[in-house]
């Protein structure tokens, strides 16, 4: 059974910067490309960042593009690294496994972890 679990998230003052993590489990890791993404309160979802299966290709939103770095390692974990938060960078924050980017879904998401960034 895949298990996504993140962590890492919290209350940070704007201009700050905050590490999260997602611990894979229950799928070959190295065979799945991930993603992060991100939903707002009476927002839909957004995509974040996507890091291709070999961790060698990196995708972020504009919104993110300079400030967030997505990386991976050999230990079934998926990061982003997220500096400069800015207020709207608020919202729950999900990782998720073999991601469509384009519409936004996943075979598998983790349960979210809360990203509250004061002004």
């Known amino acids: 059974q895949v298990q996504l679990v993140e962590s890492g998230g919290g209350l940070v003052q704007a201009g700050g910067s905050l590490r999260l993590s997602c611990a894979a489990s229950?799928?070959?890791?190295?065979?799945?490309?991930m993603a992060w993404f991100r939903q707002a309160p009476g927002k839909e979802r957004e995509f974040v960042a996507h890091?291709?299966?070999?961790?060698?290709?990196t995708y972020y939103a504009d919104s993110v593009k300079g400030r967030f770095t997505i990386s991976r390692d050999n230990a079934n974990t998926v990061y982003l690294q997220m500096n400069s938060l800015k207020p709207e960078d608020t919202a729950v924050y999900y990782c998720?496994?073999?991601?469509?980017?384009?519409?936004?879904?996943?075979?598998?998401w983790g349960q979210g972890t809360q990203v509250t960034v004061s002004s």
């Open positions: 229950g799928l070959t890791f190295s065979s799945y490309s």
């Open positions: 890091i291709s299966r070999s961790g060698g290709s």
């Open positions: 998720a496994a073999d991601p469509d980017i384009v519409r936004r879904s996943s075979a598998y």
